[in-house]
């Protein structure tokens, strides 16, 4: 293999290894979303249910207030109709017997309140219900969630820690000025760092190579740019049955 192909078999494999980094820092990157989305609709769930709740008490205190004010009236009527055997003429008794009747249509207007507050506290209740039950999956949920991404993150640091010394070892074999132009490379472009050419396109940016820079590349003679991506090139034909970036086999070893 002439030291042309020999090094941009080194360069891919390194490429290699940053694929796979690439993506476990992806990974690690997004990981956390999950939890980030749930923790926000926990949060939300759980002013829902506090909402509810405070509707509940306010109901219950209306109900307690009515049912004690209906008490207080039939202590009232049971009080006149007492009263009412000792009344002496019948002009104290009319007055008395409007006075009650007044209060008995009080009793029936509470009663009739009291009965819409029921039916409220009957039909909230099923909101409440809907609302805790929310609020338990979710926190169910999120409790999981931050489980796993406590297990995911440990494992892909773990798959680091194992990459970089790969990555360590491949580097190794690249002569040093090949290699610090892939740093170069590495550290101002998006990923990957050295793409293959297929019938004269980038696979970096899409984007032709100029005639004569292909005609270079395929002369195999030194590593070449893309001039419009900057990215490192080869020619996809110096390497057979590879059409990614990731580990070609070369083609005249
Ligand atoms: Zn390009």
Same mark, same amino acid.
Not at 47 to 57: G, I, L, R, S, V
């Given at each position: 293999?002439?030291?042309?192909?020999?090094?941009?078999?080194?360069?891919?494999?390194?490429?290699?290894?940053?694929?796979? $980094?690439?993506?476990?820092?992806?990974?690690?990157?997004?990981? *956390?979303?999950?939890?980030?989305?749930?923790?926000?609709?926990?949060?939300?769930?759980?002013?829902?249910?506090?909402?509810?709740?405070?509707?509940?008490?306010?109901?219950?205190?209306?109900?307690?207030?009515?049912?004690?004010?209906?008490?207080?009236?039939?202590?009232?009527?049971?009080?006149?109709?007492?009263?009412?055997?000792?009344?002496?003429?019948?002009?104290?008794?009319?007055?008395?017997?409007?006075?009650?009747?007044?209060?008995?249509?009080?009793?029936?207007?509470?009663?009739?309140?009291?009965?819409? $507050?029921?039916?409220?506290?009957?039909?909230?209740?099923?909101?409440?219900?809907?609302?805790?039950?929310?609020?338990?999956?979710?926190?169910?949920?999120?409790?999981?969630?931050?489980?796993?991404?406590?297990?995911?993150?440990?494992?892909?640091?773990?798959?680091?820690?194992?990459?970089?010394? !790969?990555?360590?070892?491949?580097?190794?074999?690249?002569?040093?000025?090949?290699?610090? !132009?892939?740093?170069?490379?590495?550290?101002?472009?998006?990923? *990957?760092?050295?793409?293959?050419?297929?019938?004269? $396109?980038?696979?970096?940016?899409?984007?032709? $190579?100029?005639?004569?820079?292909?005609?270079?590349?395929?002369?195999?003679?030194?590593?070449?740019?893309?001039?419009?991506?900057?990215?490192?090139?080869?020619?996809?034909?110096?390497?057979?049955?590879?059409?990614?970036?990731?580990?070609?086999?070369?083609?005249?070893?």
């Amino acid at each position: 293999m002439s030291l042309y192909l020999e090094q941009i078999r080194q360069l891919v494999q390194l490429q290699g290894v940053d694929d796979e $980094i690439h993506a476990v820092e992806q990974e690690l990157s997004k990981a *956390p979303q999950t939890v980030e989305r749930l923790t926000a609709e926990f949060a939300a769930a759980e002013a829902e249910k506090a909402k509810c709740d405070d509707k509940m008490t306010l109901l219950l205190e209306q109900d307690k207030r009515v049912a004690l004010e209906i008490e207080e009236d039939d202590a009232r009527i049971h009080k006149s109709k007492s009263k009412l055997m000792q009344v002496a003429n019948s002009r104290e008794y009319q007055a008395m017997a409007r006075e009650m009747d007044s209060m008995e249509k009080n009793i029936h207007t509470r009663e009739e309140e009291r009965a819409r $507050i029921k039916e409220a506290i009957k039909s909230h209740t099923e909101d409440v219900e809907a609302a805790n039950q929310t609020w338990e999956t979710l926190k169910q949920a999120l409790e999981e969630a931050r489980a796993s991404l406590d297990a995911r993150m440990a494992e892909a640091r773990a798959k680091l820690e194992v990459l970089e010394q !790969r990555r360590a070892h491949a580097g190794s074999e690249i002569p040093r000025p090949v290699l610090e !132009r892939y740093e170069f490379i590495r550290r101002r472009l998006a990923h *990957p760092v050295i793409v293959p050419v297929h019938d004269g $396109i980038c696979d970096g940016c899409h984007i032709a $190579i100029p005639p004569q820079a292909f005609i270079d590349l395929q002369s195999g003679q030194k590593i070449l740019n893309c001039p419009n991506c900057q990215r490192l090139i080869y020619w996809s034909e110096h390497f057979s049955g590879n059409t990614g970036s990731t580990a070609p086999d070369a083609a005249d070893a």
